[in-house]
T-cell receptor
Framework: SQQGEEDPQALSIQEGENATMNCSYK?????LQWYRQNSGRGLVHLIL?????REKHSGRLRVTLDTSKKSSSLLITASRAADTASYFC????????????FGSGTQLTVLP | EAGVAQSPRYKIIEKRQSVAFWCNPI?????LYWYQQILGQGPKLLIQ????????DSQLPKDRFSAERLKGVDSTLKIQPAKLEDSAVYLC???????????FGQGTRLTVV
């Protein structure tokens, strides 16, 4: 089963614009993570936000977490063509055997 | 630091044949995951090991899939017999104990014809 659901499923923007992706999940979590996957490759970890954090930054990435709404957003500022990839949120559920459960992903295309 | 190693990278087999995938996690990582990723979908957890013990295999089709983690290090995932719907990328990942990120291998792309 998939815990998280990303929105939108696909997003196409121009280089230099900001890209925002959203993730909703169902159960209580220890933390929420975002990963990137380039076509035909494995997943690469981008950022982890703990359940007691509300916002986190890493370079051009900004992640927010609203545990009352069970949702998170990933903002990529000043996007580049190299940011073209699929982005997945993954939840580390509370009280579980530390499963890392992925959503269905957002396909981001950044046009040069 | 060496990453997660997986082999083979690609495999094509006929339905009803068997296949095995191998994963060598990052040294010292206690947790090892096997995921199945069907084209256009997110990774689905098949099995999770903590050292050499199975923590969760609730989504592993146990009638045809099996996995083991030898001495808490390397792991193999086997499918026997394969079905057409097993065509997917099989991803191995590892993480240290605690609340941490997972490191993924490049995956094995399986095509069942």
């Amino acid at each position: 089963s998939q815990q998280g659901e990303e929105d939108p499923q696909a997003l196409s923007i121009q280089e230099g614009e900001n890209a925002t992706m959203n993730c909703s999940y169902k159960t209580s979590i220890n933390n929420l993570q975002w990963y990137r996957q380039n076509s035909g490759r494995g997943l690469v970890h981008l950022i982890l936000i703990r359940s007691n954090e509300r916002e986190k930054h890493s370079g051009r990435l900004r992640v927010t977490l609203d545990t009352s709404k069970k949702s998170s957003s990933l903002l990529i500022t000043a996007s580049r063509a190299a940011d073209t990839a699929s982005y997945f949120c993954a939840t580390d559920a509370s009280g579980s055997a530390r499963q890392l459960t992925f959503g269905s992903g957002t396909q981001l295309t950044v046009l040069p | 630091e060496a990453g997660v190693a997986q082999s083979p990278r690609y495999k094509i087999i006929e339905k009803r044949q068997s296949v095995a995938f191998w994963c060598n996690p990052i040294s010292g990582h206690a947790t090892l995951y096997w995921y199945q990723q069907i084209l256009g979908q997110g990774p689905k957890l098949l099995i999770q090991f903590q050292n050499n013990g199975v923590v969760d295999d609730s989504q592993l089709p146990k009638d045809r899939f099996s996995a083991e983690r030898l001495k808490g290090v390397d792991s193999t995932l086997k499918i026997q017999p394969a079905k057409l719907e097993d065509s997917a990328v099989y991803l191995c990942a590892s993480s240290p104990q605690g609340f941490a990120e997972a490191f993924f291998g490049q995956g094995t792309r399986l095509t069942v014809v």
